[in-house]
């Protein structure tokens, strides 16, 4: 049943979204990812609000988070979802350009189930990419459903 | 007593006290004159007394003379005009003053010492009696005008005056303080101010000594006041200076805070902002060779892998510049660190790094240090790194690793047999950005020793090397011995 789930990507840059659309597409994931620009996005689709209140009910295998998007960014996402009661179980996968140890400490502190840099390397970051999405849209047994 | 010839001034008769008192002989007298026992520098003095006084020639004074020994002494004369044997002449009667004279001089000598004294003194010594338990009959001493502007009788007149001069802040400190003299217990001198009769305010400190009579009873107290202002001036001026130096570190210190923060803001953003473009350039590189391969002709293959290379290149940099800024501002975590340990476990990434080399690894005993341990093995990181790189030529590499104690410092040294330099650019060496070896020889970003030496100064260490062309070269870093260390 889990192969069915979506994955919700959180990315502002296009350019980012396309790469990790290409680097998801080599597993055949790629169609079954639902991509917002901003965390503000992020939290509508997730409460089934804005424009995604007639989306089909449920959450998603894995929410991809980029940590810097305009309006509400990746941490702020993550500890909404952390303070919702609906919400609180869905595993979230921090993304960032940054190495910088505060955004990671801080992203494990508000409980991320992971954290991806991503690395200049394509190839580095293809593998990330796979790997994430992988285990957490296929492998990973969610928590029983909520709703 | 001697009569005497008011022309000549010849003696014409002497009395035998006189005779006594000079030391001449009766007869030797009467052959001399009154110039005779004048001291020579007075003579001149009596000859110009003699023309204007001519009827009267000694008039009643004081004078010197000179006795027959040649010592002189202070007369107080007499003189008596009138006839002796016809002739005209005085009757002098002298005195010998020289010792009451001697007497005022020293008690004027006396006196002018004692009124300088209290002029210079800043303290003086009031007594205070104990009646029933109570002082009373406070006398002060004469140095209190110098002190406080007001005389002994000044405070006489007046029993409140020396609780009145004291200001209204500093009364209830002083009213009741020697108090407990009265019941015979020691009190600690006492600082305060009081206000001067010209209206300053000057701060004073007094010591209290008790008296007893003979059975160890406490009769009253003798209180000693010094003027203590110029102390207490430089004291407040200590404490201004000191208060300023703290605003200053103070304001420093958040300057400093601010200039980190900013900084810390800035690697922030360059870590996300200029990643992100090297990323898609990558990226899309990358999905180029993939996708397309088959239709690209060798050369526009050729440019792809110079696209990727350069976009690797500038990943390294920043990674490295970041890690550069860090290695500056990162809070040091000292600890007891075992730095054979630190020294093994990169030399084992490196061995599994460049599986293909031949490295000869002389690794000598190393002892445990206080320091940071993660910069410390970033330090060994870029020495061991960069002593593989550069002996990539060798086909049998040697890298020696050792230390060796000197009198204040550890020194440890990295040695291989690498290609070395020229010693002349060894001082640019240690510098960011600064590759003694063209990209084409040697791949790198110029910052890992750069790295090192922020990091070992940080340690308060220092980083020096020694090579020659083609011979190797030799890495030293030194940390500090702390006494803390010493087994």
New interface residues.
């Given amino acids: 049943m889990n192969e069915l789930r979506t994955i919700l990507l959180a990315e502002d840059n296009p350019k980012d979204v396309e790469l990790i659309l290409e680097a998801l597409a080599d597993h055949n994931l790629a169609n079954r990812v639902t991509v917002v620009h901003d965390g503000v996005g992020a939290m509508e689709f997730l409460r089934c609000e804005g424009k995604y209140k007639l989306r089909r009910r449920g959450s998603p295998a894995v929410v991809l988070l980029d940590i810097k998007m305009p309006r509400m960014d990746g941490l702020e996402v993550l500890q909404a979802i952390r303070a919702d009661p609906a919400l609180k179980t869905l595993p979230v996968v921090m993304l960032t350009s940054s190495r910088e140890e505060p955004d990671l400490k801080r992203s494990y502190e508000m409980g991320a189930n992971a954290y991806v840099v991503k690395p200049v390397d394509f190839q580095a970051f293809m593998g990330a990419v796979r790997q994430v999405g992988v285990f957490w849209a296929v492998i990973n047994e969610l928590p029983p459903e909520r709703t | 007593m001697w009569v005497c010839d008011l022309e000549t001034l010849a003696f014409l008769e002497v009395n035998h006290a006189a005779v006594e008192k000079y030391g001449y002989a009766r007869e030797e007298f009467l052959t001399m004159t009154l110039k005779d026992i004048r001291p020579s520098e007075d003579v001149s003095r009596l000859l110009d007394n003699m023309a204007k006084l001519r009827s009267e020639l000694e008039h009643s004074g004081e004078w010197r003379h000179t006795l027959r020994n040649g010592r002189i002494i202070d007369v107080e004369i007499t003189p008596h005009t009138g006839a002796y044997h016809g002739r005209k002449a005085s009757l002098v009667i002298g005195r010998d003053i020289t010792e009451r004279k001697r007497a005022g001089e020293a008690l004027r000598q006396s006196e002018l010492r004692y009124r300088q004294l209290l002029e210079s003194v800043t303290s003086y010594t009031y007594t205070v009696e104990i009646h029933n338990g109570r002082p009373s009959n406070m006398v002060h001493g004469p140095g209190c005008e110098k002190v406080t502007g007001y005389t002994p009788s000044d405070y006489s007149a007046d029993p409140g005056l020396w609780l009145d001069i004291v200001p209204p802040g500093d009364r209830h400190m002083v009213q009741h303080y020697a108090d407990p003299l009265c019941e015979g217990r020691a009190v600690p001198a006492l600082e305060h101010r009081i206000i001067h009769k010209d209206g300053k305010v000057i701060w004073v400190r007094t010591t209290y000594v008790p008296k007893r009579d003979g059975t160890g009873r406490v009769t009253g107290y003798d209180g000693l006041i010094s003027d203590i202002t110029e102390r207490k001036q430089a004291e407040e001026e200590i404490r201004r200076l000191n208060a300023q130096l703290e605003d200053r570190v103070i304001e420093r210190t958040a300057q400093l805070e601010a200039a980190n923060k900013e900084l810390e803001a800035f690697?922030?953003s360059v870590?996300?902002?200029l990643?992100?473009p090297?990323?898609?350039a990558?990226?899309?590189?990358?999905?180029l060779m993939k996708r397309f391969k088959p239709e690209l002709p060798d050369k526009a293959q050729h440019y792809l892998n110079s696209i990727a290379d350069s976009?690797?290149h500038?990943?390294m940099l920043?990674?490295d510049l970041?890690q550069f800024a860090r290695t500056g501002r990162a809070e040091m975590r000292r600890s007891e660190t075992d730095m054979n340990e630190l020294v093994e476990e990169v030399s084992a990434s490196l061995r599994r790094d460049n599986p293909g080399r031949a490295i000869e690894w002389i690794i000598g005993t190393l002892p445990t240090v206080m320091c940071d341990t993660s910069m410390l093995t970033l330090a060994w990181m870029n020495l061991l790194s960069n002593a593989v790189k550069f002996t990539r030529t060798r086909e049998k590499a040697r890298i020696e690793i050792g230390s060796y104690e000197e009198k204040t410092e550890r020194v440890f040294f990295v040695r291989d047999n690498g290609v070395g330099f020229d010693m002349r650019y060894a001082q640019k060496l240690f510098g960011v950005f600064q590759r003694l070896h063209s990209m084409e020889q040697f791949e790198g970003t110029g910052i890992g020793l750069a790295n090192v030496r922020r990091i070992i100064s940080r340690h308060e260490g220092r980083t020096w090397a020694e090579a020659e062309p083609d011979k190797g070269a030799t890495f030293y870093f030194t940390l500090p011995r702390r006494k803390s260390q010493e087994p």
Avoid: E, Q, T
């Fill in positions: 690697s922030y870590s996300h902002d990643r992100a090297l990323r898609h990558s990226g899309f590189v990358d999905l976009v690797h500038m990943g920043i990674d970041l």
